[in-house]
């Protein structure tokens, strides 16, 4: 395997699937079960290429911070490569990824009936896309995977959406546009700060890791990153566009926006916002908690009165990615852990609840918690399915949503006790809303005579939920199965922000609230590791 583009081979697989889809014509129901089947087995093997990549992993913290490196020149005299590298963050995403596509386009089966050609072409270059921002090492090339997932992803919010669909598509791409067009600005101008000090324009980031840039060069910077991926995350003030585009998008474009798309936001703050630019992120920190600990509350606060189930969930993934930003602020080795399983354990079970909201709307025709009630008796399986991804979102112990919020909280206690206050109000509030739910969807009486004679799920819908609630379990029960990949990843990006604080700053207190060596008692989650020392690697290692 090691002779093998891994990479390449998981971004063309899909690639290859959309043109082959090309060539069917779509004028049939035969028809379309063939291209159904014909895209589901491409995302399939697409899954197996990231678990063979998964199984190819060193997690060993020693040698290269990233592995499965490809490099080839792409437009040399501008520095622009084709630059593709994993470390145990970015494979960890890549799987989420692989693991989810079959699982959204399983839930296609009912909910889309028309223009299945097209819809299958779009979700397959999504996914191309979204994996090709998991790895390019290169700004220009994750920047051209950034913006072109946003064409496939309006259209399947823009055709197979409902009411409303024209509107929350257009909304989602101006809002990624106008943040991603300022990121560009701060790209170009690493570019030209790297060739005013070699003479050479480069793109490559980690090169670009090693440019000594002023603080009040930073300072602008990392706001255009920052703004970039706090839209995408999404972070208040910017979540606007995300329920619309939850509410108004098929199931199946819910699972994967609330799946891997809101990720990306997070995977660029840890990838590039804060150790290209250590100080500006250090200073620009605090505001940014403050912001995710007021998302964690309000998106709480809203989801609570919503009478839509969907549009509930959709508020719920402001609360929690919240969470994840406020890990990533808090600039040290648990929070910064517990950001990155969040954003896996966020990704499986809210793409859970899309997908189950999904189910129970193709039977009803309607997602308004008041028209159900009492569907227990009716649907037993669904009823049982339901609870688990239900506990899985609001972080019982044992579940997968328990470990990521409790590293997060570990953190940001280390940081500052405050944000971990406002955080833990954040876990009380998504129990009241989601179990309230629970219980007007599922206990009571059968009040409506459309409930009384529901299917319950149907051997493809097991085939949707079951590894979704399995996978739940899992990772609340063996978490150092996914931490330990990530943790050599997290502690290079904890030292180089410390490494590149002002000496007057890096004092013991400091020290301890960012998980530097003062903090050394302090083991991380998943497994002991050396602590986290304030040297700066080179390059190749950060």
């Known amino acids: 395997m090691t002779g093998l583009p891994m990479l390449s081979l998981a971004i063309l697989l899909p690639v290859i699937g959309a043109i082959l889809l090309l060539f069917v014509r779509n004028t049939d129901g035969a028809k379309d079960g063939l291209i159904r089947n014909l895209t589901l087995a491409v995302s399939l093997a697409t899954f197996a290429v990231t678990l063979a990549l998964w199984a190819g992993f060193d997690s060993a913290p020693a040698g290269e911070s990233f592995q499965f490196m490809e490099r080839h020149p792409w437009i040399p005299a501008f520095g622009i490569e084709y630059f593709l590298g994993i470390d145990g963050l970015s494979l960890m995403l890549i799987v989420l990824t692989g693991f989810l596509t079959p699982i959204a386009l399983l839930t296609s089966w009912d909910s889309i009936g028309s223009r299945v050609k097209e819809f299958s072409i779009f979700m397959l270059v999504l996914e191309a896309a979204m994996i090709g921002v998991f790895c390019a090492l290169d700004l220009f090339l994750f920047y051209v995977f950034w913006d072109i997932l946003l064409i496939p992803m309006y259209f399947l919010i823009g055709i197979w959406g409902y009411d409303q669909r024209v509107y929350a598509a257009v909304k989602f791409i101006l809002y990624t546009l106008a943040g991603s067009v300022l990121m560009l600005v701060a790209i170009i101008g690493l570019s030209w700060m790297h060739f005013a000090a070699t003479g050479q324009y480069s793109f490559n980031v980690l090169e670009l890791y090693a440019l000594d840039i002023p603080f009040n060069v930073q300072y602008w910077f990392f706001l255009a990153f920052a703004l970039a991926f706090a839209i995408k995350v999404p972070l208040f003030p910017f979540h606007t566009w995300l329920p619309d585009a939850h509410v108004q998008a098929p199931t199946p474009g819910s699972v994967i926006l609330a799946g891997v798309l809101l990720k990306m936001g997070g995977y660029g703050l840890i990838r590039f916002a804060f150790p290209l630019f250590p100080e500006a992120g250090a200073y620009f920190a605090p505001v940014i908690a403050m912001l995710s600990v007021v998302a964690i509350i309000y998106g709480a606060l809203v989801a609570m009165v919503q009478p839509d189930m969907k549009k509930l969930v959709a508020y719920s993934s402001v609360s929690h990615m919240g969470f994840v930003v406020l890990g990533i602020t808090t600039l040290n080795v648990q929070g910064i852990q517990g950001a990155s399983f969040q954003m896996l354990a966020h990704g499986v079970s809210t793409g859970g609840l899309f997908a189950l909201v999904g189910m129970m709307s193709d039977r009803r ?44 909280m570990l953190g940001a206690f280390q940081w500052d006790a405050r944000y971990a206050v406002g955080a833990g109000l954040g876990v009380i509030l998504s129990a009241v809303y989601m179990l309230w739910m629970f219980q007007r969807l599922f206990y009571g009486p059968v009040t409506n005579d459309h409930n009384k004679h529901l299917p319950d799920l149907s051997f493809r819908e097991w085939a949707v939920i079951g590894p979704l609630a399995a996978m739940a379990i899992v990772m609340g029960v063996f978490p150092n199965v996914f931490l330990k990949p990530m943790g050599p990843a997290v502690d290079r990006i904890v030292e180089r922000v410390i490494a590149h604080q002002p000496a007057s700053a890096r004092t013991d207190s400091d020290e301890f609230r960012r998980g530097g060596p003062a903090a050394a008692h302090l083991p991380a989650f998943d497994s002991p590791r050396p602590p986290v020392t304030t040297s700066v690697r080179t390059a190749g290692g950060y």
């Open 365 to 408: 025709h309607t997602r308004l918690i008041s028209e159900y009630g009492g569907i227990k008796a009716v649907m037993p399986k669904l009823t049982a399915a339901f609870l688990v991804i239900t506990l899985a979102s609001v972080g019982l112990p044992g579940m997968n949503g328990f470990v990521g919020e409790f590293l997060i």
